[in-house]
């Protein structure tokens, strides 16, 4: 019977310049190495480092042979032209698998709204990039289009505090059964002393850390626990 598949996606927000990024690889490739057979083809591990060390990653991934994929944390809502400060899907695709889209920083910070974020998901889309796209409860509208949703409660975004493994889950469970979505990660303050119980909810398929994916030796933690070790 094939295992599940389960999701850990690293969300760096603006954190690193290109000597961090390079540490981050090293001390990372030093853990795979290790345990190289711990990340096994039903295990998908994606960062999604800022849009400047995208080429940077990528470089890196191929000279130290580690299987991660890499994701970029936004979209433009248009395609190639004259859409200064944007980076466009046909730009991005040559990076990244997959695009961080309505993550709560930006509604807030940025004021993007859900007719914004359905052209950002169309793009994405376009662009053949699969949109990770954040919800903040079981509410919030989701495009069509869209297979892989992250729930994160705001209140949860970098303050130490959890959903709890049952909410978190019942909201998995009525996204995937009213909205038909696929998978479904959980994201807000995942630590290796918390992730266990979000892994064990039959309706969670994997995570979204921030802070916890900034530290190579914390992430590959993450990772052991995915991998259920
Ligand atoms: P923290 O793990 O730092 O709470 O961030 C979660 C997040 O916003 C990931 O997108």
Redesign the pocket.
Known sequence: MNKRKKYIFG?W?SNKDSVEVREWFKTFTSFYKQAKNLLTPDLEIVIFPSFTYLPLANTLIKEYQVPLKLGSQDISPFGKGAWTGEVAADQLSEWVNYV?IG???RRNNFHEKDSLLQKKVEEALRGNLIPVY?IQDENTHIPSGVTIV?Y?PVW????GKTDSPENAGSVANSVKRNKNIKIVIY????KPDNIDGFLQDKNIDGV??????LDAKVFWELIKHVAGV
């Open positions: 969300n927000k961080i993550h709560s920083e954040c992250a994160e949860a975004i970098g303050t994201g807000g303050s995942v979204l850390p921030g802070g916890a994916s």
